[in-house]
């Protein structure tokens, strides 16, 4: 998406997203759920994210990613489309959905690596069907 273009969700797609992530959430075991504008807007959220400041994890992960854009096009990579960070206690994985948005979960050891990816990408997909060119009006 051109920076110069505003990103704007309707209120259908947001129940949509939320429901998606909810799905997500069950089915991988992760702690939480966030879809993030690529300018680094929280779009929505689910799961445990009360004792988060989810608008600078969003913030952060954007930046994070459009650092990795550029040094998957030192490399001749058009792009890398997932980013995961291991910690002692919690590990993060962001990935694409569409050209729009990122899709970033937080979980811990009751979950896989594994798991997450298969059920990120799974649910990036659907994602994808709410906020892709395709689901846009046209003018």
């Given at each position: 998406?051109?920076?110069?273009?505003?990103?704007?969700i309707?209120?259908?797609?947001?129940?949509?997203?939320?429901?998606?992530?909810?799905?997500?959430?069950?089915?991988?075991?992760?702690?939480?759920?966030?879809?993030?504008s690529?300018?680094?807007?929280?779009?929505?959220?689910?799961?445990?994210?009360?004792?988060?400041?989810?608008?600078?994890?969003?913030?952060?992960a954007?930046?994070?990613?459009?650092?990795?854009?550029?040094?998957?096009?030192?490399?001749?990579?058009?792009?890398?489309?997932?980013?995961?960070?291991?910690?002692?206690?919690?590990?993060?994985?962001?990935?694409?959905?569409?050209?729009?948005?990122?899709?970033?979960?937080?979980?811990d050891?009751?979950t896989?690596?594994?798991?997450?990816?298969?059920?990120?990408?799974e649910?990036?997909?659907?994602?994808?069907?709410?906020?892709?060119?395709?689901?846009?009006?046209?003018?």
């Amino acid at each position: 998406m051109p920076s110069h273009e505003v990103f704007m969700i309707y209120e259908n797609d947001q129940k949509e997203a939320e429901e998606a992530l909810h799905f997500l959430l069950a089915e991988s075991q992760a702690k939480c759920a966030l879809l993030i504008s690529r300018d680094g807007s929280l779009i929505c959220q689910q799961g445990e994210t009360a004792s988060l400041d989810t608008t600078s994890l969003a913030a952060l992960a954007a930046g994070c990613f459009a650092a990795t854009k550029e040094i998957a096009r030192l490399i001749g990579e058009p792009e890398f489309s997932v980013l995961f960070h291991q910690g002692e206690h919690e590990s993060i994985h962001v990935s694409l959905v569409g050209e729009e948005a990122l899709l970033m979960m937080l979980f811990d050891d009751r979950t896989t690596i594994g798991l997450v990816r298969i059920m990120a990408k799974e649910a990036s997909r659907r994602l994808s069907k709410i906020f892709g060119p395709q689901a846009r009006p046209s003018d």
